[in-house]
């Protein structure tokens, strides 16, 4: 568990001290093969260490921690900080996480229920308890993999566009208001998660971020010089995509059996991260007035995976435990 640690290390100190454009790549591709590696262990070990009537709220504040990372960035650049500067900030950053993340991988226990459940003697002992069965593992798999790929592919697209060549002078500021509008949003969001429940939360923020989408691909060109409307509309879907986010997340690494967790939640991240990535390659040849058509589209996706789980699904929020599944 602690061979992500030392590629932290070794990242954190090449970003700090590395010269040239093809040393510092290397050293961010082992810190995102580290930082891949760990999120994919939060996703299973958070629903794991939480009781049901918690487990939900916290799940989703873990996770809205991440928009802090692009305010940090964000903040630095609008400041104008040098380069070796900000190189410097992120590697300190990173340096202090790796202390803390090692005091902790040495104090916290591996998974009580996965242990438990690895034993399937003691499981058969233990009794069926109360259980609720899940749809086929295949539809699983295939709802995690295009809820996650929509956010993915569809908020990659965004990023490459609205800011770059619609905003390029307000880019910074860009991703500053996206960063805060979703950090502080997901706060209450995390607080009312499981009284909603998983599938009315996918469902209406999808189909939110898909509308306001739309609006934004008809009237970009209108409402960028319209700086009130724009930034209305901006922080409206920057809520609702960061809420999409926070619940795919959730949802494609609670749904799986205790013993399975880790490695089906790997697989639908790779079919979500993987297939954006030729979507990022054929999008270079579209038209600049395509990006925003494609993005709906892409996003359209994830709303028709999300009506898919609220039809044929179920509530896999509201206090219920993981064990569930492992009865079900």
Do not use: C
């Not at 991703?175 to 939360?201: H, Y």
């Amino acid at each position: 568990m602690f061979v992500s640690l030392v590629f932290y290390v070794v990242g954190a100190l090449g970003l700090i001290l590395g010269t040239g454009y093809v040393l510092v790549l290397a050293f961010l591709a082992l810190l995102l093969l580290a930082i891949g590696g760990d999120y994919n262990t939060i996703l299973t070990a958070m629903h794991e260490y939480f009781s049901g009537d918690v487990r939900g709220s916290l799940a989703y504040l873990i996770l809205n921690f991440t928009n802090l990372g692009g305010a940090l960035a964000s903040a630095l650049a609008l400041l104008s900080v040098s380069v070796a500067i900000q190189r410097l900030a992120l590697g300190m950053t990173l340096v202090v996480a790796i202390i803390t993340l090692y005091m902790l991988r040495s104090r916290i226990p591996e998974s009580p229920l996965w242990i438990a459940r690895r034993d399937t003697t003691r499981a058969r002992l233990e009794g069926r308890g109360v259980g609720i069965a899940l749809p086929p593992l295949w539809v699983r798999v295939v709802v995690g993999g295009l809820i996650g790929w929509s956010y993915t592919a569809g908020f990659t697209l965004l990023a490459l566009t609205l800011g770059p060549y619609y905003l390029p002078s307000l880019t910074n500021w860009l991703i500053l208001v996206f960063s805060l509008s979703s950090f502080i949003s997901g706060l209450p969001i995390s607080l009312i998660a499981d009284r909603v429940g998983r599938r009315p939360t996918l469902l209406l923020s999808s189909l939110g971020t898909v509308a306001t989408l739309t609006v934004m691909d008809l009237f970009i060109n209108a409402l960028i010089h319209a700086q009130p409307l724009f930034w209305a509309l901006f922080i409206a879907f920057s809520v609702l995509v960061n809420t999409y986010f926070l619940t795919e997340d959730v949802l494609k690494s609670e749904y799986w059996v205790t013993r399975r967790r880790g490695s089906l939640t790997a697989l639908v991240r790779v079919i979500s991260l993987g297939g954006s990535i030729p979507v990022i390659f054929l999008s270079s040849y579209l038209p600049i007035g395509a990006y925003l058509i494609v993005d709906t589209a892409i996003f359209g996706v994830g709303l028709a995976a999300s009506l898919a789980w609220y039809l044929i699904g179920v509530e896999t929020g509201k206090g219920v435990s993981v064990e569930a599944w492992d009865h079900g």
